[in-house]
Every structure is written in C-alpha cells, then in structure tokens.
C-alpha cells in the first residue's frame, strides 16, 4: 500500500504593519476620491487638502487617484505646460507649449512672482511641484479657478516682445511631468528639429508671399522668394543650423512684429550670459546698460553702460542681431536685439567657453580708457525680464490716481477689477495709467477704460480700421461669416454690420469720409483682401469717472506691443488723455498659426491695421506726446523711476 500523507497545516499569511498602512491610504483615498465625485471637482479647495495630506506618504495616494481619473476626467489633473524649467530666481520659469518654448509671465493675468509667492506661502517648499501638477488645485485655492483653456503671457526665449497664447489644460501632459519627477529625469522636452532639407527655406517663403497681411500688402513675396533662392545658391550644403538661420532671417525680412517661427538655431539657445541688456533709447549710441537678473544692480556697479562683450563692440553686435529680428519699427528692432544678445552664441562666444568678458563704462561716450572688463560666469538659464515696473495701482500722494496695466486680460474677475479700481479712483480728478512692459493681449480693456475716461455727452470715436487677408485655405469665397468671428474677437466689424447702433454708424461714416491710406508702398488689393473693418470707442454714461478738468496721462514704452498698440491708439483720440515715454512697439496682425512640412509651426499676421492717420502700427509703433526716455536706474528693484516722477510733476502743473 502507498503510505498516505496529511496534509500539512495551513496557516494565515501574516500582514506587517506597513501593508497594513497602505492598504489604509489607499482605501481612504478612494474614499476621498468617491467624495469629490458627489460634490463636483469644482471644489479646487478639497484637492488641495487632498494634495496636502499625500505630502507625508509622498506619491500613494496621487497615484491611485491617477489610475481611477485617467485622461477621460475634467481638467482637474491638468497642466498647460508640456515641460517646465526653473531658472534661479524663485519666479523664474521657461515652459514649453505646442513645442515652443517661452519664459512664463503670468497666467490669466496672474504674474508669475505673485504665483510662486501664493505657492510658497501655502506649500513651502512643494511650491514647484505644486506649479507643475496640481495647477487648477492651487489657482482654485487662491480664488482663481481656471477654465479648460487658459492665457499664458510669454516672453519667447530667443527674444522678442511679450505675447498671449492660450492653451490647454491636458491630464497628459500633467502625466509626463510628473513622470519626469518621478523617473529623475531633467532638460526641457526637444522643440521640434528639422531636417538639413533646403526646401523649408522655399516652402517659407511660399507661405509669407500668401499668408503673411504685410508681405502681400507690400507686394515683397517676390522679393522674399528671390532671397530665398539666393540662399540657396550660397549654401549647397546647409546643415540644420544653416536652415534655422536662413529661416529665422526671411521672416526678419518682413515688417510683422507677430511673424515668428518656432525653431531652435544656435543664436536662440544657451548657455547664456547672466544679465538683462536694456536700450535707453531706439538710436544707435543712445546707451545700453547691463542689469543683474535680480534687478539689484548694475553688472559693473557704477559703470552700467555695456560697451562690448567678448570684444565685440556692443553696436556691432546689436546690428548683426538686426537681421534675425523682424524689419519694424526702431523700437522693436532695438529691444529684441537686445533680448537675443542674452545667448553666448548670439553675442558671439566661443562653445567651449565657460565665461565672457564684458567692457562696461560709467557713459555711452565714454573713452576706452574709461571702461573696465568684468567676467561673467555663463548661465545653463537664459535670465528673465519679467514684468517691468512693479509698482502696484493705488493713491499716490497729492491725491493722484496710479492704474498699473501690466497686461491687457480678460474676463469677468479682469474687468470687475479694473471697475473696482475707477470706484476707488471716484474722488480723483487725475489719473496716471502706466502700461509701460505691456505687451498686450486681449482689446476687452481698451473698451472698458475708454468708455470710463470719455467725457458722458462724447460721440463715438473710430480708433482702428483693418482688413484681413484672404487666405488660401478660406476658399476662393471667403467664408464671411467665419471672418467676422475672428475680427469680432478684436471688437472689429464691417460698416454695414447690423449690430452698430445709429450713433456708432454714423461716427463710421464720418471716418470714411475723411481716411486715406497713407502709409507708403501699400497696396490692398480687393482680390487679395476682404473689407473693411472698424474699432470704436464710447463712453458708458452710467459709469463714466470723467469730471470736468480732468486730466489722465498714459506712460508708455519701446515693450509696449500688439493690442497695447490699439489700446495707446484709442487713448490718443480722446482729448484729455496726454501719452508719455517713449514710442511703442508696434503690431496688430490678427495672427495665425501655419504648419510647415515637419511639424515647423509659423505664426503670421492676417490682417493689415491702420491708425486713423491712415498709417501701420507695424514698422512704426505708437509715438508720445511727449518724449520721456527712462534713466538707468529705472530699471533697478528700489531704485528712481524718473518717467513716473515727470508724469507727476506734470500732473502738479496749471493745466494749460
């Protein structure tokens, strides 16, 4: 017989004490989870909690939740950013959108020192971590609960004046980031690259001669081809660098402060030398001085002026920038050159070099026996300018109203804020609007401050007129309907639109009586453009904070850009309102984005904009009334700012 066998005993797995305590977070969590489902994923305020507590045990928590929303859920789980990376100030950020990458100024009109201040305060030292993946949680928390879209005011990071973008909140790209974290891994995410292929070049210029308002209103697209073929010829072989420069450089042929395309070359990339280089004046010779990127101090102390670097004399080397930045006004060609020398390759250093000398001098004239070198120690992180003043809207002494307009936002919380600050301002009879550094956005504003500050009994005032192009992909008809929209969102229409009321119509027709194109080398032919379109101001008798006598002076600068253009533009039609500082930018494009072969993305202007002196706003910018140039020290964090202080004094005047 087989012997037969017992079988052995049984016995309980035992659960150690750590099991234990994770299988306790991971119930709780999904009860947590089960909660916030009932009351809706609006209430931003029980995520943060939620956030707070998953502190202790790290990623437990986080990543259950994860597994159970998945990318099908709202945009609680959702970031903008498709990677984010910190420079060496606190507010210091560069993300990465649609494959671009920009310098974060703020998000729906929140500046990013004020962001990162309201995160460290309430996450401490996850202030970053917090930015990256819980944004909706920590913008609720501090009463601003984004949408599924938000406007993102950026600085590109190869220069160029401030622009808003708007983008979407997406759970992968909340996902990735913190799979980065997670996985340890650093380094922005790769914009796109392309190909050594010297048809890119061709295909550009294709799309500026079709798709760009101010190329075929000059009529250059024949020209622009031309140089493109000349290109080619002198570059048989080009490697990918080659073709990015040839790229970057027929854009900067044409006068669209908008054109922009979104591919790295050697001239836009680091490492980068560690200060703000700012121009005193459009002119050559006019004085560059060179900031800390704190904004402390000089990079020389007392001697601020930049004379040269790497040898370079500081002239040459902004003209050499002069051909990589676009052909407008004095303005915007001087302040993005600057921007570019920020990168070592732009400013012509060496790649193995891990410094830079830099001359600097206590005047723009002074002999070379006046300068002195300084090394600079080369950033892996291209320094930030940020937003410039920073002084916030309030009373300033002698009972003089001070609106600081640093971006032209939208929506409801914007507009009620800015009513807030004209009930605030009631009793004032003067008023200083400072948009100086603001390089627009959105028109909601520029009707809103307009019908506040006109006079109760004014008429309607026309302040813009534009025609958008006829572009390819609109069909040999235009689709009518789907141009008003996109001019709408611009507060433009046509003159025979229904929607103008009798007073508004008339104040059209008065336009049209008298305007004329006066810009020279323009040509809009009806073929190649649709009708025109009008912007208006009026006043808004209910709410009107003008009085009689009163007086309002708008400080403006060579950063001001795009709908801060059509905003200074409105301002100047209106009787009472003086403009001081120094000229404008200048661009209002109504841009749009185009793909070439390769994913290449490029942004041009679809519509050419006029001032009611029958003149472009791109190429020339908007001028003051009087001339306010900044001193060196303006631009200091606690140091003069000598604009504010004549506005001032001049407000302190007998009106004449």
Known sequence: MMPTSTPAPTSTPTRSPDRILWLAIALAAI???????????????????????????????????????????????????????????????QVQVAGAVYMLLAINGWEIPDVMAFAAKEYGDKAQRRFEEDLVAMMTRAGRQPGRVVKLRVQPVQGGNPLEIEASLTWENRQALRQKRISGESGPTPQPQISADPKAIIELADLLATCDSYVVAKGSGDSLRALA???????????????????????????DGHAAINIPADFNQGPWLPMLLMPLGDEAGSGIIGVLPDRSGFIGGDAMYVMSIGGAPIEQLLSRQGDLVVDGSPAIIRERSCRLLRSA????IPSKDTNAIVEVADAPDAPAERWKKITLTLASRSP??????????????????????????DGPDFLDELRG?????????????????????????????????????????????????????????????SIDRRMSERFMRRADDPAWSTAERAAIERFIATFKVTEPGITLDDSDFNPWYYGLIKPDPARSWHKPACRVIVLLDNVCFSATDAWLTAMDQIEHVTLMGRPS????????????????????????????????????????????PPQPTDYLRGGSDSVLDRAIQRMNQPAK
């Open 421 to 481: 600050h004209f009930r605030t301002f009631a009793t004032a009879d003067r008023l200083i609007i400072d948009v100086r550094g603001n390089g627009g956005g959105r028109r909601d504003a520029l009707l809103l401050i307009a019908s506040l500050i006109m006079p109760a009994d004014a008429t309607p005032v026309v302040y813009n007129a534009s025609r958008p192009l006829r572009l390819p992909q609109d069909g040999a008809s235009a689709d009518a309907a």
């Open 585 to 628: 930018a200048g661009g209002s494009g109504l841009a749009i984005e185009h793909t070439l072969a390769g994913g290449i993305r490029v942004r041009l202007s679809s519509m050419v904009s006029f001032t009611p002196a029958g003149v472009l706003l791109d190429g020339r910018g908007v001028q003051p009334d009087v001339e306010a």
């Open 384 to 409: 930030a300018y940020g937003t410039w003043p920073r002084r916030p809207t309030g009373m300033l002494d002698g009972g003089i109203a001070y609106l600081r307009l640093a971006d032209m936002g």
């Open 345 to 348: 390759a732009a400013a012509g």
């Open 229 to 255: 073929q000349d290109w080619l010829a002198k570059h048989p072989r080009p490697t990918s660098n080659d073709v990015a420069l040839g790229m970057h450089r027929l854009i900067g042929s044409t006068i």
């Open 31 to 93: 009860g947590v989870l089960a909660y916030l489902t009932v009351i809706g994923w609006k209430s931003g305020q029980l995520w943060s909690l939620a956030y707070d507590a998953a502190d202790s045990v790290e990623d437990a928590p986080e990543r259950i939740r994860d597994d159970i929303a998945g990318p099908q859920s709202e945009p609680m789980e959702g970031t903008p950013f498709e990677d984010v990376q910190w420079g060496p100030g606190p507010a210091e950020v």
